[in-house]
């Protein structure tokens, strides 16, 4: 088991990031589903320089990406956004896409669900028919309802990833387990061998360990079901703005070149722009908390 971490919850530098992480024993990357701005050249260089691993992509489903748009054409471009991810992964020697089918932020959905339930099947089996053909594996990611009203439970993830083929997979989040399953292990255990990526952040979404979720117990059951590939850190800090914030230290109040969407996506995710310092502190908590079991 390997641990590996996201970028998309920090706009800064690959390098600011790859410095980060390499230096706190992290080796390997879950890229931010964000291929208009990554060159796979210049990426791959700096994987080279700081000794990590490219794991895979997380889809940024933002804006007007979503394979269940109600739009032939909107549903076109969104498949081509998963694709050219894809071959970002692909060209990094990665091995995984986690990908939420609907847009993140959009609750309310546009047509009836048998046909939203057909647009994501032929949208996926297009992305499958490319990960099939390159070596990768599709993680169908649930998250919770506030994110989205389409994939919340693993069950869910597991029918479409039945419906596209047999080696199309899920990607569990314990955060958003917590949030929506009934038994979080079982869900694990049904899902089995179809887990191919694996996001760690405890209940309040800080790092592993900073809240009450049970590391021994999960860990402990992605040995039953033998999944022993990579851990993706993930965590997305909630915003304190009170005097009871614990860490007066951690909200950024003059992020530099950050995007309003990505400004945007932060707050979708009820977090926002945070101190260099405290996302070191968050990085470094999260493998402090996971190395142990990877003994
Ligand atoms: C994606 O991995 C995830 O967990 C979402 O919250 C982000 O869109
Ligand atoms: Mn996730």
């Known amino acids: 088991m390997q641990i590996a971490i996201?970028?998309?919850?920090?706009?800064?530098?690959?390098?600011?990031?790859?410095?980060?992480?390499?230096?706190?024993?992290?080796?390997?990357?879950?890229?931010?589903?964000?291929?208009?701005?990554y060159k796979s050249s210049e990426v791959k260089e700096l994987l080279e320089k700081y000794q990590i691993q490219c794991w895979g992509s997380v889809t940024l489903m933002l804006e007007e990406r979503n394979l269940l748009a109600k739009n032939p054409d909107q549903r076109k471009r969104s498949v081509q956004y998963v694709l050219d991810l894809g071959q970002l992964v692909a060209d990094l020697g990665g091995k995984v896409i986690s990908l939420v089918p609907g847009t993140v932020g959009k609750i309310i959905p546009?047509?009836?669900?048998?046909?939203?339930?057909?647009?994501?099947?032929?949208?996926?089996?297009?992305?499958?028919k490319f990960t099939e053909a390159n070596g990768l594996k599709i993680g169908i990611e649930p998250i919770n309802r506030f994110e989205t009203y389409f994939i919340n439970r693993g069950a869910q993830a597991l029918a479409l990833a039945e419906a596209v083929g047999p080696n199309c997979g899920v990607c569990l989040d314990t955060f958003h387990m917590n949030i929506e399953e009934v038994d979080l292990f079982d869900t694990m255990k049904q899902v089995g061998s179809r887990l191919v990526n694996f996001h760690v952040a405890d209940n309040n979404r800080m790092a592993p360990g900073m809240g009450k979720l049970d590391w021994k117990r999960i860990m402990?059951?992605?040995?039953?079901?033998?999944?022993?590939?990579?851990?993706?850190?993930?965590?997305?800090?909630?915003?304190?703005?009170?005097?009871?914030?614990?860490?007066?230290?951690?909200?950024?109040?003059?992020?530099?070149?950050?995007?309003?969407?990505?400004?945007?996506?932060?707050?979708?995710?009820?977090?926002?722009?945070v101190t260099e310092e405290f996302y070191t502190m968050l990085t470094q908590r999260s493998i402090d908390q996971l190395k142990p079991y990877l003994q």
């Not at 546009?110 to 499958?128: H, M, N, S, T």
């Open 220 to 273: 402990s059951t992605l040995k039953e079901i033998e999944y022993d590939q990579v851990l993706s850190v993930e965590f997305c800090p909630p915003i304190d703005r009170t005097p009871a914030n614990p860490y007066p230290n951690s909200i950024d109040e003059a992020p530099e070149g950050l995007s309003p969407e990505q400004l945007k996506f932060l707050q979708d995710h009820g977090s926002t722009a």
């Open 6 to 37: 996201h970028n998309w919850m920090r706009a800064e530098t690959l390098e600011s990031t790859l410095q980060r992480i390499s230096g706190l024993g992290y080796t390997h990357l879950e890229i931010q589903g964000a291929p208009e701005s």
């Open 110 to 128: 546009d047509a009836r669900p048998e046909e939203e339930w057909e647009w994501a099947v032929e949208g996926v089996k297009e992305i499958y």
